[in-house]
């Protein structure tokens, strides 16, 4: 063996042991400092409150929080940031009897300073190494600013456009969302817990809150154990097991019980079966709205059932700071409970080294670096090409897109044209972020020799149709109209569910003037969900989904429509044809009366007005370029439970352009004791392609790879015929091949 291997395999024998060994020496700190504590003392590190949301403490009402902090009664606080306040705020927790530090939570949910996409749209890249890296940009700027954990990712499968939420997750997949939670984790925490470039992740919100009935925020969510098991926890358990160092419950019910309450859950689930050993923060007031829930009687009560459940750290409620020295105690609290909780919290603080330096983050002069750094909005742009969908260019035959730089006119039209707030979408953190170059801007700095013209036609909303004329006179003009229309940022996230996901104002009908032109028109399209526009997608020659792509927005959408970029991105989530059709999914049921041809629905599992399939399904997005499948093999027809089959093809780019392919391997499961989806993702590659280059592309499908959660939750897989496809889409298959799995000997 050489050196190198030689020190490589040593390496890998003794980073175990390192850990090991840190761990215990972390653990007997921790109890050394917990036999000091008194019970209030403990209940303290329970207790986070918000700063206000700019930063710091700014007004006389924070004098009681000011006292608060100084006596050890708080534990955390979210909501300050920089490295003046949050070294002013952490010397006020040092005046506590025991000096224990602060921690500094903040929702760093796509990107500090520098704002990538939205995560719908940075989802819709399918590229784990671009993913990984905005988090990592987005921590290292965040902790620079003094901040130590972030509470992202959001890990929630939705599968309802109208819950704004969907906004910041990996939209409607299980197997997608899996490998998107462990690259954001892996991004945020970095190789190791307590580098100053790296902040602790936040899996949210523990669970299924993308569920909610109706779409409606905050709503109730009732499902069987095994879709919870088979689509909702697998993001979560992937973000555990890239090491997640928090969970963050929700706010709603679970079959009954509220998360923050949910035994089943938190304890039976996380900390058991999971064997989570790090800790549980409430979801802003989750623990008081027990009340309402109808579930406790009272904040004392509220407080017990929480600490009970399994939810560590009380974000504003108030419960735990006010009733839990009572609950104990009075024994409604096991000491031994209190104390779980407490050495979670406590752990980590270790971990971070703020016992060592409780300013360690806060260091002004990184702080003034990090967020100058140039490479950050370089990456920014990079993530937000990767993340525009091509949902449409052209009919048969003539492209409009890419646009040429040639000597043409071009109208850049539509409310969103000009935007920058817009372009960052919703979850931003408040005060000095990065300029945002608007689509217009992108367009002109990219246009070489074209001459580009411009009308907003309406204000952000198109709550009217005055500047219409002016929009219609400009188009006429141009040789190509560039619409760029949408949702505006605020319309997506907490509290934005939408019953009706059509564009706002009058935005159809300005498509509907700019169509009567006669003029080629591309629509660029601003949303933090999927949107209904039938008509545009009918009528526009060409459409590129931006969701929203952050700092960079402009030139990455200028960058796409010249063709500089070759859009890659594939859709994360189905879009519907109408709001009737949600919940919508590619991984549906077949039923016992499936359509299989779309004239001949009578008696089907179908709608008497509308077709079944989606307008643009889950894995769609277009290509300048063409890409051919071909030569499908699979190692063996037949596979033992113990031994792995490769399935093969070539993939040739045979269009005019370079480009990159995610090509999607489906499966379906023909027969097996509860009924399977008429396809599952089951693995995905992004392949880059000069013109006329081809690749072999492989995947090894094994035993893992065919299982999933029975209807008594065992996770296994069932003797029996497998359907294997791989595609550019869900529903475009192109190449298909059957596997027998044996039954075990
Ligand atoms: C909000 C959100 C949660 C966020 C928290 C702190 O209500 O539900 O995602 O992290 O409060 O801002």
């Known amino acids: ?102 921690l500094f939570g903040q929702d ?3 990107g500090y300073r520098t704002v990538f996409p939205v995560p719908l749209g940075e989802s819709a890249s399918w590229d784990m190494e671009a993913i990984e890296q905005s988090a990592h940009i987005a921590a290292r700027e965040a902790a620079a600013a003094g901040i130590h954990w ?73 499902m069987s154990n095994q879709q919870l098991f088979e689509v909702y926890l697998p993001p979560f358990k992937a973000a555990l097991d890239a090491g997640a160092a928090t969970f963050m419950n929700s706010f709603n019910t679970l079959n009954g019980i509220p998360a923050t309450a949910n035994v089943f859950l938190q304890r039976d689930i996380l900390k058991n079966s999971w064997n989570f050993k790090g800790f549980v923060v409430s979801d802003w007031g989750s623990v008081r709205e027990m009340v309402p829930h109808g579930y406790a009687s009272d904040l004392a009560d509220a407080s017990v059932k929480a600490i009970n459940a399994g939810s560590d750290m009380d974000m504003e409620s108030y419960a735990h700071i006010k009733h839990l020295e009572d609950a104990v105690k009075s024994g409604k609290v096991n000491m031994k409970t209190l104390d779980d909780a407490v050495r979670r919290i406590l752990y980590k603080k270790f971990e971070l080294g703020l016992f060592d330096d409780p300013y360690r983050y806060s260091v002004a002069s990184r702080e003034k670096a990090v967020l100058a750094d140039p490479s950050h909005r370089a990456a920014a742009l990079d993530v937000a090409q990767k993340s525009l969908v091509l949902l449409k260019n052209g009919a048969a035959g003539a492209k409009p897109l890419p646009l040429s730089r040639a000597a043409q006119k071009i109208a850049v039209i539509g409310p969103l044209a000009d935007a920058r707030r817009d372009l960052e979408g919703g979850w931003v953190v408040e005060g000095d972020r990065a300029p945002v170059v608007s689509i217009l801007e992108g367009i002109r700095s990219h246009a070489g020799k074209a001459e580009v013209s411009y009308a907003p036609a309406c204000d952000n909303h198109c709550s009217g149709t005055e500047g219409f004329a002016e929009a219609v006179a400009t188009a006429s003009k141009a040789d190509v109209v560039v619409l760029a229309v949408g949702e505006t940022w605020d319309l997506s996230g907490e509290a934005k569910s939408r019953t009706d996901i059509t564009l706002p104002g009058h935005q159809e009908q300005l498509f509907a003037a700019l169509k009567a032109t006669g003029k080629p028109i591309v629509v660029v399209m601003l949303a933090g969900r999927p949107l ?18 952050g700092s960079e927005g402009g030139n990455a959408v200028a960058n796409v429509l010249f063709g500089d970029y070759n859009p890659s991105a594939k859709l994360p989530i189905t879009f519907p044809r109408s709001v009737g059709q949600i919940p919508l999914s590619y991984a549906q049921y077949n039923t016992g009366r499936p359509v299989t041809d779309e004239k001949n629905v009578v008696y089907k599992s179908a709608y008497i007005d509308s077709v079944n399939t989606p307008r643009y399904a889950f894995g769609h997005g277009l290509s300048y370029t063409d890409f051919k499948y071909s030569g499908l093999t699979i190692s063996g027809k037949e596979m033992s439970p113990s031994q792995q089959v490769t399935l093969s093809f070539d993939l040739a780019n045979t269009g005019k352009a370079e480009g990159t392919e995610i090509v999607q391997l489906y499966l379906r499961d023909m027969v097996a004791s509860v009924v399977r989806p008429v396809k599952e993702l089951k693995g995905f590659q992004k392949i880059h392609l000069q013109v006329g280059e081809q690749r072999r592309v492989s995947f090894t499908i094994d035993r893992e790879l065919l299982s999933f959660f029975n209807s008594q939750l065992v996770w296994g897989a069932e003797a029996g015929d497998f359907k294997l496809m791989v595609g550019s889409a869900s529903d475009d298959s192109r190449l298909e091949g059957a596997l027998k799995l044996l039954p075990p000997k």
């Open 1 to 102: 063996m050489t050196m190198k291997k030689t020190t490589l395999a040593l390496a890998a024998a003794l980073l175990p042991l390192l850990a090991h060994a840190q761990d215990a020496q972390i653990e007997s700190k921790v109890a050394a400092l917990m036999k000091q504590m008194t019970v209030a003392e403990k209940v303290g590190q329970l207790h986070q409150i918000s700063g206000r949301l700019v930063t710091g403490p700014t007004s006389s009402d924070y004098a009681a929080t000011l006292a608060d902090i100084r006596l050890g009664k708080v534990g955390s606080m979210l909501n300050v940031k920089g490295v003046a306040d949050t070294r002013a705020i952490q010397a006020l927790a040092l005046q506590s009897r025991l000096h224990i530090p602060l």
């Open 108 to 110: 760093v949910i796509h």
């Open 532 to 549: 209904v526009f039938n008509t545009i997608a009918e009528q526009a020659d060409a459409i590129v989904y931006a969701w929203f792509p």
């Open 150 to 222: 972030t509470f992202a990712p959001m890990v929630d499968v939705a599968r309802d456009p109208r819950w704004g939420r969907v906004m910041e997750g990996a939209g409607e997949d299980a197997f997608l969302g899996s490998a998107i939670a462990r690259a954001r984790v892996h991004g945020f925490q970095g190789k190791q817990l307590g580098a100053t470039d790296s902040v602790m992740a936040t899996a949210k919100h523990f669970a299924a809150y993308g569920a909610a009935v109706a779409g409606r925020d905050y709503n109730a969510v009732d």
